[in-house]
């Protein structure tokens, strides 16, 4: 291989990976740089008790969080996405709550997610992320 093609091939690789990491940072949870530091994050909560969600719809910004609570004796198998596809979100595809227990999301990325409880499917909601 010439000199000159060498150099081109450095350049391309040079190319690829810099479209890569550009991709890369652009997609996953944002950095904790890109959370607003002048405002802090806003906290929202779900509890389920009585078969019934305290919110079936959440607006928030990217790095706010979401706290999913069972108070029913009934557990809970909260999942993202349609019941039969489900679709990970901040890395959960689906958690099983016992009562009293409970876990937290962090918005990492922008759009409007379904929930759902897979056991108990009248159980379900949505949260809507803009930055």
Same mark, same amino acid.
């Given at each position: 291989?010439?000199?000159? !093609?060498?150099? %081109?091939?450095? *350049?391309?690789? =040079?190319?690829? =990976?810099? /479209?890569?990491?550009?991709?890369?940072?652009?997609?996953?949870?944002? !950095?904790?740089?890109?959370?607003? *530091?002048?405002?802090?994050? *806003?906290?929202?909560?779900?509890?389920? +008790?009585?078969?019934?969600?305290?919110? &079936? &719809?959440?607006?928030?910004?990217?790095? #706010? $969080? %979401? &706290?999913?609570?069972?108070?029913?004796? *009934? !557990?809970? +198998?909260?999942? @993202?996405?349609?019941?039969?596809?489900? /679709?990970?979100? #901040?890395?959960? !595809?689906?958690? /099983?709550?016992?009562?009293?227990?409970?876990? $937290?999301?962090? @918005?990492?990325? $922008?759009?409007?997610?379904?929930?759902?409880?897979?056991?108990? #499917?009248?159980? $379900?909601?949505? @949260? &809507?992320?803009?930055?």
């Amino acid at each position: 291989m010439n000199r000159r !093609a060498l150099l %081109l091939l450095l *350049a391309f690789i =040079v190319l690829v =990976v810099g /479209v890569a990491l550009l991709i890369g940072l652009r997609g996953g949870k944002p !950095a904790a740089d890109n959370c607003h *530091a002048e405002a802090p994050a *806003a906290s929202y909560r779900i509890t389920i +008790e009585n078969d019934k969600a305290s919110a &079936t &719809t959440i607006h928030g910004h990217l790095c #706010d $969080t %979401l &706290t999913y609570t069972n108070k029913d004796k *009934a !557990a809970r +198998e909260i999942a @993202f996405g349609r019941h039969d596809d489900h /679709v990970p979100y #901040d890395g959960v !595809a689906e958690r /099983v709550l016992t009562q009293n227990e409970s876990f $937290t999301i962090t @918005f990492d990325k $922008t759009g409007t997610y379904r929930w759902h409880d897979h056991l108990h #499917d009248e159980v $379900t909601g949505s @949260f &809507t992320v803009t930055q």
